[in-house]
C-alpha cells in the first residue's frame, strides 16, 4: 500500500478520476444503506472527503478540490489549522464538555467575559449556536425587557 504525500494545504485542485471515483461512490453507497436516500436524493451520490489542509480537501479517490465552504464557518482557519488542534487537544485534556447553562465552565466565563468587557450594546451575552436559537433568545429577552408577548414580524 503506497502512502499518499502529505497535504501541505497549498495544492492546486487536481482531478484523477471523475468525481465521484470509485472509491467515494462505494462510501458513499454504504453511507446511503445506513442513512437512507433522503440525505443525498435517490438519484446522486456525494465526493466523500478524506482528509484536508487549509482550504485544500481530497476525496477518498485522491482528486482535490478547494474547499470554498469553510464548513459553514467552524473551519474558518482551514481544514487541520495547527491553533485549532492545539485548542481542541487543550480543552479535550481538561474538559470534554460542560452542559454550559447547567453546569457552566470556566471557558465559557472567561468566554463571556470577554464579550461582555468589550462595552456598548455588549455589557451582557447571551451565546447561541444557531441563528433560530439567537433569533429566540432576542425574542425573549425582547419579552422580558418590555413585558410584552406580542410581535410584529415584517418580510422584505
Do not use: C
Not at 16 to 40: C, D, F, N, Y
Not at 79 to 85: K, Q, V, W
Not at 89 to 116: C, F, K, N, T, Y
Amino acid at each position: 500500500m503506497s502512502r499518499r504525500p502529505v497535504l501541505r494545504g497549498d495544492e492546486l485542485p487536481a482531478m484523477l478520476v471523475p468525481p465521484p471515483g470509485p472509491k467515494s461512490l462505494a462510501a458513499a453507497k454504504r453511507l446511503r444503506r445506513s442513512e437512507g436516500a433522503a440525505i443525498w436524493g435517490r438519484d446522486s451520490l456525494p465526493i466523500v472527503w478524506d482528509r484536508g489542509k487549509g482550504s485544500v480537501v481530497e476525496d477518498r479517490d485522491g482528486n482535490r478540490y478547494i474547499d470554498l465552504t469553510s464548513g459553514f464557518g467552524a473551519a474558518s482557519l482551514g481544514h487541520a489549522a495547527p491553533e485549532i488542534a492545539r485548542a481542541v487537544s487543550s480543552q479535550a485534556r481538561r474538559l470534554i464538555q460542560g452542559l454550559g447553562d447547567l453546569q457552566p465552565h470556566a471557558a465559557r466565563e472567561r468566554l463571556v467575559r470577554r464579550l461582555a468587557g468589550k462595552g456598548g450594546a455588549l455589557s451582557s451575552v447571551l451565546l447561541a449556536s444557531s441563528g433560530s436559537e439567537a433569533v429566540d433568545l432576542a425574542l425573549r429577552t425582547a419579552a422580558l425587557a418590555t413585558g410584552r408577548r406580542r410581535f410584529v414580524a415584517f418580510e422584505g
